[in-house]
């Protein structure tokens, strides 16, 4: 939690004008999310903290130029690995936009590496510009329908809140709610533990009296929304509503009308997953602002929703405006329309003069993969229909299909000419030897392969491809750089990065990362693919609690069943 760095009666003679400020920004529009008003003022600071809004003796004074000044900005829920970044590379990145304050998920790196994992996460983000602060991962591993790197049981949570409770604000996503509605006793112990902190949820379609008995079990948000009437019940009943606005997943359209004059504290814009080129290029939330007032939304409210709505419904004190007492963390604004940053400043300091290193070493090689070989490829037939994933643009979830393979030589192919790729998801945590073998349409791949460390939860190795040939040539590319992402065609390697931590972030800084994934976007143009960013799509077609179709280690998950299915439906 943020306190001042300096006595309390320093910054009350401060503020009384008896001493001279830090800083003085003149001239500008205050954004003020407290009275919901935008005022004319000059805003003074001292020890890092706002004293007031009159005329101070300063020892450096900015002019602000008639700019929109705004307290920095809260991200309410984000997993940092979807960035492919370090938290310390991540956080330079995020600042740059605006951004002040992260509440982040780590269960990606927990799923891989356990304890170890979220440890580095923890002193790699310490003492950063940007304040990182993490929830409790919830769901390590997320179902037992696939092979995690860790469990995370009662135990290991309860002595990373005891060690770092400044750090974790309460129990992350609870995905698994069918274990929640239906009193699986390892769930329910993690909730009794949570009994007296915030638990978010994450609950996608549910609701009437499965609804009910998740809420009443703690929950208390959710970012899983995709239509009004499913938020509207929600908000009705009793959560805080996360609208979420990320690569793969955009809800802020569908969402927005059902926020209102009277319901608004009841809401935060999010990102949950995003990608390095997004953030490069559209942005974080400057870009969920931009995209919120496009859709018509007051520029104010908005704000509001990136500032003091996630700084109440996570406790943050001095966090979310700008008013005496407040942290100052603040974005100077060129205009409420683009969102155009103009200056950022931490803790009263410009972002350019904040140190962003924090050199932590990373964990060593979670690449451990056995038994991958061509045969274990093979799908031989025994039935006129498959199961398949139908992709949604622009979602997460798939529906459930249905497609007559096409056999050669007793062995289903990918049939690249009706869209339907293989799919191929390996275990690689525990060298178990588990292969998953499913098909996906809608990727539009013409030829070759792709394969990621990146596949949530569970982050096994899943390849994409139109051949057999090419799934192998993709894995073994991957394995070569300890984790990473692979693209191949004719056997050949068209593009790769490497992440070598836990085989979900590089160790490199953000525009070699992003250079890395324009050369990965040339390759899958040329293979054929459809999608702006289909390792995005690809690295969430592992995740079973995500409907209805998903593939992981152990076989095909019917996810509203809860179960694995089998590959012939006839």
């Known amino acids: 939690m943020f306190r001042p760095d300096r006595s309390i009666s320093r910054l009350v003679n401060a503020a009384r004008g008896k001493n001279g400020a830090d800083l003085l920004i003149t001239n500008v529009n205050l954004v003020n999310t407290l009275s919901g008003s935008i005022e004319r003022c000059n805003v ?5 903290v706002i004293i007031g809004f009159e005329n101070y003796r300063a020892e450096k004074t900015v002019d602000g130029q008639g700019g929109f000044l705004c307290p920095g900005f809260i991200e309410a829920h984000i997993h940092i690995e979807s960035t492919l970044l370090t938290p310390p590379e991540f956080a330079r990145a995020v600042a740059a936009r605006g951004t002040a304050v992260v509440v982040c998920d780590p269960h990606e790196i927990a799923n891989v590496l356990g304890v ?19 929830m409790l991962p919830s769901c390590v591993p997320a179902t037992h329908l696939e092979t995690a790197g860790a469990v995370l049981d009662v135990p290991e949570l309860s002595i990373l809140l005891e060690k770092y409770p400044d750090r974790f604000l309460g129990l992350g996503e609870m995905m698994n709610f069918p274990g929640v509605i239906h009193n699986d006793p390892g769930v329910m112990a993690k909730l009794e533990m949570s009994s007296n902190l915030l638990i978010d949820g994450h609950a996608p379609g549910l609701s009437g009296k499965d609804l009910n008995a998740y809420i009443l079990a703690g929950p208390g948000s959710d970012h899983e929304c995709v239509s009004p ?38 809401f935060s814009l999010v990102s949950d997953d995003r990608h390095p080129t997004d953030l490069a290029g559209p942005g974080h939330l400057d870009y969920n602002l931009r995209r919120a007032v496009s859709l018509g939304m007051d520029p104010v409210r908005a704000v509001q929703m990136v500032t003091i709505n996630p700084a109440r419904y996570f406790g943050l004190k001095h966090r979310g405006a700008l008013a005496p007492g407040y942290r100052a963390d603040m974005v100077l604004l060129e205009d409420l329309e683009d969102f155009q940053v103009q200056q950022v400043f931490l803790q009263g300091r ?41 992709l949604v643009q622009g979602q997460i979830y798939t529906r459930r299909g249905e497609a007559k393979p096409r056999v050669v030589h007793g062995l289903v192919q990918a049939d690249p000419e009706n869209d339907l790729a293989k799919l191929v998801v390996a275990e690689r945590h525990r060298s178990t030897g588990n292969v998953g073998l499913g098909f996906v349409r809608g ?18 190795l899943i390849v994409a491809g139109s051949n057999d040939q090419d799934i192998l040539a993709a894995a073994e590319e991957v394995q070569r750089m300890k984790g990473g992402l692979a693209a191949v065609a004719d056997e050949k390697v ?9 085989g979900l972030m590089s160790d490199r800084p953000l525009r070699e990362v992003t250079y ?25 077609l592992a995740l079973p609690v995500i409907p209805e179709l998903k593939l992981t280690d152990m076989g095909l998950v019917d996810v509203g069943q809860f179960r694995l299915v089998d590959l012939w439906s006839a």
């Open 229 to 266: 009437a499913e938020a509207k019940e929600k908000l009705g009943k009793g959560m805080h509503i996360m609208i979420r606005e990320g690569t793969s997943e955009h809800n802020l359209e569908d969402l927005l009308p059902v926020v209102n004059d009277l319901n608004w504290p009841n």
């Open 350 to 390: 410009r972002r350019e003069e904040c140190l962003f290193e924090n050199i932590v070493d990373p964990p060593g090689n979670s690449i451990h993969i056995s038994g991958l070989n061509e045969k274990s490829l093979h799908v031989p037939a025994r039935g006129k229909k498959i199961l398949v994933m139908d």
């Open 44 to 48: 003074a600071v001292k020890d890092g």
């Open 494 to 502: 068209l593009a790769s990065l490497a992440l070598p931590v836990a």
């Open 443 to 460: 990727l539009g791949l013409k030829k070759g392969a792709i394969a990621s460390t990146v596949a949530h939860d569970a982050h096994n």
């Open 116 to 134: 170890e994992g979220i440890q580095y996460f923890i002193r790699s983000s310490a003492d950063l510009p940007v304040s990182v602060y993490f």
């Open 516 to 540: 890395a994934m324009d050369l990965m976007k040339q390759a899958c143009i040329a293979m054929g693919f459809g999608h702006e960013n289909p390792f995005m799509i690809l690295s969430f």
